[in-house]
């Protein structure tokens, strides 16, 4: 599923995560401005949450990971950012049609319990 990214789906992001084992979101930033926005957003909200194991902040990482094997991730779109899977990918409603269809819409896998 690829969702705008919106503190609803945020939401249902991070519930997703806690409720289904090895569940990934994957969450598409246009410019470091924009992940930085993004990230302090998650921080405050995953903060209070039961279920978080991991917090991961590097220069170009950020990751949450889950007691339960789940993943969030917060990448910058670009075409270098093929490859990664994810169950739910959010992105910011700045980033391009093209990169949306061409990078974005094939990070998606299907759910397996």
């Known amino acids: 599923m690829i969702l705008v990214y919106t503190k ?3 939401n249902t992001a991070v519930s ?12 598409a930033c246009k410019s470091n ?12 909200y995953v903060q209070e949450k039961p279920g978080v194991s991991r ?3 590097g220069r170009d990482r950020f990751e949450i990971q889950f007691e339960n094997g789940s993943l969030l991730k917060v990448i910058l779109a670009s075409s270098n950012s093929r490859g990664c899977k994810a169950n739910l990918v959010l992105y ?8 949306i269809d061409y990078v974005l819409y094939p990070m998606q896998a299907s759910y397996i319990p």
């Open 8 to 10: 609803n789906n945020l």
């Open 16 to 27: 997703l995560c806690l409720d289904n084992k090895r569940f990934r979101v994957i969450i």
């Open 33 to 44: 401005d924009e992940r930085n926005i993004i990230i302090g957003e998650i921080k405050e």
């Open 55 to 57: 917090i991961i902040i």
């Open 92 to 99: 910011s409603s700045w980033i391009d049609k093209e990169i």
